[in-house]
């Protein structure tokens, strides 16, 4: 199985974030991004597993309130 790339916009319509949003936070290291042609690409696998793992600490963070 092959891992999907994503382009800026195809990261940001699902979070429902502006494209410069996403652009901003990437530039800060989250979600994992490399560039091709001075252009953002995300592995579909590792911006899933990045969704999952800010859902599970925002859960946490809500039962430990």
């Known amino acids: 199985m092959t891992d999907e790339i994503l382009t800026l916009p ?3 319509q699902p ?12 530039q800060k290291g989250e979600p994992p991004a ?3 042609g ?5 592995r579909r696998m590792a911006s899933d597993a990045w969704i999952d793992a800010k859902t599970r600490r925002a859960a946490g963070e809500e039962e430990s309130t």
Not at 15 to 26: D, G, I, N, Q, S
Not at 38 to 42: A, D, I, S, V, Y
């Open 38 to 42: 001075g252009q953002w690409r995300f």
């Open 10 to 12: 195809e990261v940001a």
């Open 15 to 26: 979070l429902k974030v502006a494209e410069k949003t996403v652009c901003t936070m990437t």
């Open 34 to 36: 490399f560039k091709v």
